[in-house]
């Protein structure tokens, strides 16, 4: 595994950690199953020391909320439809595709809130599509983070907003 990191405006590192990918862990990202648990567990694996938790080009269904609780996390995609062709008809990148009833959000960026109420720092989320369908009602939440980068994504379908962000858990 390769070392990866990006670097805020403000010099801040995101991520040093190692390349953490959902294939490892069991995700198939195929548009059929359940990718869920593969896909936590790859995030819990890099936020024992921070890294970048890695999605292939497909659609990685997921049942209950993905939840990042921990500084230097990094989800990065393969890329996402606001990154394609205008008119093209072919799906590009990384979607996480919310596949059960009424829910969500998608990702959930939080501290844990506790005796020291600090936020996490440098995480982010790149090059990927939250499909809602129509049930999940949050594609991505972020709950008391700071130094952070979110670019190139793409929101479908969600009931309540595209991105939640709050101070507060």
Excluded at 18 to 42: E, K, L
């Amino acid at each position: 595994s390769s070392s990866n990191f990006w670097v805020t405006g403000g010099g801040d590192v995101i991520s040093k950690g190692p390349d953490m990918d959902v294939r490892a862990f069991g995700a198939t990202c195929n548009g059929s199953g359940d990718d869920t648990a593969a896909i936590q567990a790859a995030i819990d694996a890099a936020e024992v020391s921070g890294g970048v938790v890695r999605f292939p080009i497909g659609d990685c269904r997921i049942t209950s909320t993905l939840t990042v609780d921990s500084s230097s996390v990094m989800l990065k995609g393969s890329g996402s439809f606001a990154n394609t062709d205008v008119g093209s008809t072919t799906t590009k990148g990384t979607t996480l595709s919310w596949a059960t009833g009424a829910g969500g959000p998608i990702v959930k960026f939080t501290a844990i809130i506790g005796a020291s109420n600090q936020a996490i720092k440098r995480v982010g989320v790149t090059d990927m599509n939250f499909e809602c369908a129509g049930y999940a009602n949050i594609g991505l939440q972020l709950v008391s983070i700071q130094y952070s980068i979110f670019h190139d994504l793409y929101f479908r379908n969600c009931t309540d907003a595209a991105v939640d962000m709050n101070t507060v858990a």
